[in-house]
């Protein structure tokens, strides 16, 4: 089948390790014949993504904290001389200070959801700021969301928060860069036991949830919303921008989950 990415330059912020969501972006966008870069957060997860990233034969692998502007410029500047043009951009980012997702919500502190806002949220703005005017021929910039955003999740809480502001910043991005022909938009994926999922308490009774109560009896795998992805980054979704797309085997409809 015709690669669906072929000769896109992209970036994807958001690899830890083999289980992350980004790192499934990645692979599917090589597979469709993106040239790729990644980012790292943390000198800590460096070695870790430049073999996956070697792995995957990505063009480069980068620093990005995005809590620090300088980093952002500096991802700016090597992206200008490897990639003069940029196609699109992928935001699989997200913070909270782990007792705000455990204790009750009115606990919150104001540190902590100000930490949660400037990670999960603020990002997406700094990173489309920074990243939109190497977007010359338009192009696509999409980020993660969960249910947590609309619905109350158990614990979720703060990032439930955060997300919803996220949300709300995917339609305020895509109404100002759609005259650019930049879309934005959101994958709203299930539950996934990945590292920011596994230490979360009683993950297993919300995945066992979701895969009774689901219209497709199952849970969600990387893949699947890697391929969503692929899809929202394509020209077959030229039309799309300020969407939110949820890739959770039908979850998100039902309202009584009884079924057996
Ligand atoms: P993950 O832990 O693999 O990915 C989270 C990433 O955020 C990590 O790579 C981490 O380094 C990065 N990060 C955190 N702070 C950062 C900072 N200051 N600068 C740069 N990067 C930073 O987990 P994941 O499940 O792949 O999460 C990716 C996205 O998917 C998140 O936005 C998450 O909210 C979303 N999501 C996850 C699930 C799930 O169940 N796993 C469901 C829906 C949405
Ligand atoms: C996270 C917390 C509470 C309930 C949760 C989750 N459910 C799911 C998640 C039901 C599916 C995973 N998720 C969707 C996230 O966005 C996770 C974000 C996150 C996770 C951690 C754990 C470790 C830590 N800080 C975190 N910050 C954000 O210290």
Known sequence: MAELLAGKNTVVL????????????????????A??????????????????????????????????????????????????????????IAFANKEDLSRPFLQTSRDGYLLAQEVSSYSLVSVSRALAPLMTSGGSITT?????STRVVQNYNVMGVAKAALEACVRY??????????????VSAGPIKTASARGIKDLTKVLD?????????????????????????????RGVTGNIVYVDSGFQIVGLGLSE
């Open 144 to 148: 993660l969301t969960y249910l947590g």
């Open 173 to 186: 991005l895509a109404s100002e860069l759609g005259p650019s022909k930049i879309r934005v938009n959101a």
């Open 14 to 33: 958001g690899v830890a390790n083999r289980w992350s969501i980004a790192y499934a972006i990645a692979s599917a966008f090589v597979r469709e014949g």
């Open 35 to 92: 040239s790729v870069f990644l980012t790292y957060q943390s000198e800590r997860q460096r070695e870790t993504v430049e073999e996956l990233g070697a792995e995957l034969k990505v063009r480069k692998v980068l620093p990005c904290d995005v809590t620090k502007q300088e980093e952002l410029d500096s991802l700016v500047e090597h992206l200008k001389q490897d990639a003069p043009v940029l196609d699109a951009v992928v935001h699989s």
């Open 209 to 237: 949830g979701v895969a009774k109560a689901s219209p497709l009896r199952r849970n969600t795998d990387t893949a699947e919303v890697a391929d969503t992805v692929v899809f929202l980054t394509s020209n077959m979704a």
